[in-house]
C-alpha cells in the first residue's frame, strides 16, 4: 500500500462521510453526485484491504480502520490550516483567528469577558464564536469545525483532549425574594411545591433530572420549558418560579445579588463537569494555547472551585 493514497481527495470524501453519516448527505455538501462518493470509498477500502465502514440501519458509521483513518484525516487538516496560518502571518502579519463553540450559557457573560480579557493582551486575536447543544459543541470539535470547546460533560468523549474541567453541579436559582432565598440547601421534593421553569430536552440538565425523577419515581410539572436559559432565568427573576443551572454560567447575576443559588444534595452527585475541549493529538499553536490557558485561570476565578488541569 502507498502512502500517496492518504493524500489524495479520495480521504476529503470519505471525512464528509463520517461527518454526516451518510453518502448523499456527503455528497450535497462536497458538490458531487453520490456515485463519486461511492467510488472513493470503495478506493479507499480496496487500497487499504480494510472495511472503513459498517452500513447500519442509522447510517454509514466508521469501523475501527475507518476510526483510525478519520482521526488522521482531521489532524491533517488542522495541521495543514495551521502551517497556512504561519506563513500568511509571516507574510503580512494577518490576524489570528480562533474559531470557538459553546453551549448557550456561557455566551451570557463568562465567554464574551474571557474573549475581552484575551484581546486586551493580544490584540491581533479575533473570534469565530457558535453556540450549540452540549454534544454539538464536541462534536464541532472532533470534526474541526472550531479550534476548542467549551461546553458540560458527564465524561470522556472519542477524540476529545480536556485541557481544562470543572465539577459544575445542579444548583436551584430562585429570584432575592423568593421565601427558598435563603435556604443553605432544599430537597429535590420540596423543590416540586413551588413552579418550575425547566431546561428543554436537550439540555445536560433536563436529563440529569428526568434520570433522577425515573430512578426515584417521582416526578415534576412545569410552568415553563426552554432550551433559551436567559428566558429561564428572566422567568425566574419576574416570579416565584426555580430554574436549574450551574454556577459558572450565572456567576455575574450571583454576585450582583440578582439570583441566588441554592444546593439540591439529590442532584448533587453527578459526574457533570464544564470542559474545555481540543481535538486529541492535535499541534495547538501558541495563540489558542495561550486562549485556553486563560479560560482555565477565568474558570475558577472569584475562589468558584478547583479545576482540573489535563
Sequence with gaps: MSARILQEAAVRYFLEVVNTGSISDAA?????????????????????????FERQSRGMVPSKAGELLAAYARRSLLDAEQVTIEIEALRDDAEHAIRVACTEGFVGGFLPRA?????????????????????????RVREADVDVGLTFSFGPAADIHVAHALPSPILAVVAAGHP???????????????????PGPNSTLRKLIDIYCSREGTTYKSVLSSETLEALLRFTLASNAI???????????????????????ELAVSDRTVEVQTLARRQIPPLLQAFIDLLGR????????AVVQK
Design 28 to 52: 450535497n455538501r462536497l458538490h458531487v453526485v453520490p456515485s463519486a462518493v461511492s467510488r472513493q470509498i470503495s478506493r479507499l477500502e480496496s487500497e487499504l484491504n480494510v472495511t472503513l
Design 115 to 139: 474573549m475581552s480579557d484575551f484581546r486586551r493582551a493580544e490584540p491581533a486575536a479575533r473570534f469565530e464564536l457558535v453556540v450549540d447543544s452540549a454534544s454539538g459543541v464536541t462534536r
Design 180 to 198: 427558598l432565598a435563603s435556604a443553605q440547601s432544599v430537597s429535590f421534593r420540596e423543590l416540586l411545591t413551588y413552579p418550575l421553569a425547566i
Design 243 to 265: 430554574t436549574f443551572c450551574g454556577e459558572l454560567v450565572i456567576r455575574d447575576r450571583l454576585a450582583s445579588g440578582q439570583l441566588i443559588a441554592v444546593r439540591v444534595p
Design 298 to 305: 477565568e474558570l475558577i476565578a472569584d475562589g468558584a472551585g
